[in-house]
């Protein structure tokens, strides 16, 4: 299953000024100029490639993994041309049908990604162009979604084996700490937690309704229903201002958790209009707190103001 997916970590991101998405055979940037709306689509070098997972690195370039091109590429704003493959530099991957899906770029602009078949965390350096890749212990994990930490871990979901990783980039080494049935997808860590969606496996009608987190001094795992059966929550985010934002799929609705009076915190929720939207991910506008999310079903790019 192919999706979009974007970093989560500590950055600003202006997206009233520009946004990318990732398309099945290209990369599209909607602007917005004058209040006049626009959108330019970037084709990849590789044909057929299922540009996916991506994120921008502090000088503004656009890196994205290609799913079936089995490649990292960069886009580079200032050498690109709409309709045309011009600014886009493609790295391949050591190993064949990898399938690296889910990026992101560290603090200090290394990219890191997930390879979901071939079972590894993989890093790209772009100073020297060098990818490494990182073997995850359990055999056929499916890792998801990636996100640093304030002291520099990089942490990751296994969907199917149902744990969470961490890989120390200064040694390569990868613990992994086992979680509740439900597949995790998406993460985010603050000071005390690893907090993770689990929706189990929707597309197969296996369900799951829960948000986990894992206590990072102890490794306890604790789970937050999210009414109903079929929520489905999917994409998360934390936002400059530590407020974890989520989304549910099945259920049309984004929502945050609310630690103002008590612990775990209240779910607080907002119906997205219409029937089956499809929410799937979203980011934040650090900027002007305002929450875009992707409406899978009906094509759509949605705001929450």
């Keep these: 299953m192919e999706e979009l ?37 970037y084709i990849t070098p590789t044909i057929n490639s299922s540009p996916a997972g991506l994120d921008f690195d502090s000088e503004g370039n656009l890196w994205f993994a290609e799913i079936n091109g089995n490649k990292i590429g960069k886009l580079t704003p200032s050498k690109a041309k709409p309709g045309t493959s011009q600014g886009i530099v493609e790295y391949e ?30 890093r790209l350096n772009p100073a020297s162009n060098k990818i490494q890749e990182y073997e995850i212990p359990t055999p056929n994990s499916e890792p998801h979604n990636l996100f640093e930490s304030k002291d520099g871990m990089i942490w990751f979901t296994e969907f199917e084996a149902n744990k969470i990783g961490r890989l120390d980039p200064k040694t390569g080494t990868i613990l992994e700490f086992p979680v509740k049935e439900g597949h995790p997808h998406d993460l985010v860590v603050d000071n005390k937690y690893v907090w993770y969606t689990q929706g189990g496996k929707f597309w197969a009608r296996k369900f799951a309704n829960k948000i986990g987190y894992l206590q990072l001094n102890s490794n306890k795992v604790e789970e937050i229903l999210i009414p109903p059966v079929k929520s489905v929550p999917h994409g998360m985010f934390l936002s400059s201002e530590n407020v974890i934002w989520f989304t549910q799929f ?40 305002l929450i875009w999310f992707v409406a899978n079903h009906k094509d759509s790019i949605g705001r929450l103001d």
Excluded at 13 to 32: E, H, P, Q, R, W
Excluded at 257 to 267: A, G, T, W
């Design 5 to 41: 997916s974007m970093n989560k970590t500590d950055k600003t991101f202006s997206l009233t000024d520009k946004f990318f998405i990732g398309l099945v055979v290209s990369i599209a940037l909607i602007s917005n100029k004058a209040n006049a709306e626009s959108i330019s689509e």
């Design 93 to 122: 991957l050591p190993h064949p049908n990898s399938k690296p899906q889910y990026l992101m770029v560290s603090s200090d602009n290394t990219i890191w990604f997930s390879e979901i078949e071939g079972n590894r965390i993989g």
């Design 250 to 289: 099945f259920a049309n609705k984004i929502s945050r958790l609310d630690f103002s009076k008590k612990f775990p915190p209240k779910v607080v929720n907002y119906h997205v209009p219409g029937k089956r939207m499809g929410v799937h991910d979203l980011v934040v506008d650090n900027n002007q707190q």
